[in-house]
Nanobody, 115 residues
Framework: QVQLVESGGGLVQAGGSLRLSCAAS????????MAWYRQAPGKRREPVAA???????TYANSVKGRFTISKDNAKNTMWLQMNSLKPEDTAVYFC?????????WGQGTQVTVSS
């Protein structure tokens, strides 16, 4: 079973940047896709960005032009570069990987953006 561990969250002022990392315990080269989700207090978990095995990517409209998803199979790591952060980006951010019809989730990392 693949384990995913997020890191890089923290407190940042509006307009600032953070880079989240998602480290996998096993190879990510066989993942059909990997994704970042977030969940704000009292809200449902929502997708933020996703990247496929062939590096095709998609973004939620709310983060387009500000966030960039990337991965390195050799390092078994996925990242989310977040720029121009807004208070509404405050949430727990989770990474997810899908392999052989199984979804694997990390434990989440808190991102707080102050105004």
């Amino acid at each position: 079973q693949v384990q995913l561990v997020e890191s890089g969250g923290g407190l940042v002022q509006a307009g600032g940047s953070l880079r989240l990392s998602c480290a996998a315990s096993d190879s990510i080269s066989n993942m059909e896709h990997m994704a970042w989700y977030r969940q704000a207090p009292g809200k449902r978990r929502e997708p933020v960005a996703a990247i496929t095995r062939t590096n095709a990517y998609t973004y939620a409209n709310s983060v387009k032009g500000r966030f960039t998803i990337s991965k390195d199979n050799a390092k078994n790591t996925m990242w989310l570069q977040m720029n121009s952060l807004k208070p509404e980006d405050t949430a727990v951010y989770f990474c997810k990987g899908r392999q052989s019809n199984n979804d694997y989730w990390g434990q989440g990392t808190q991102v707080t953006v102050s105004s």
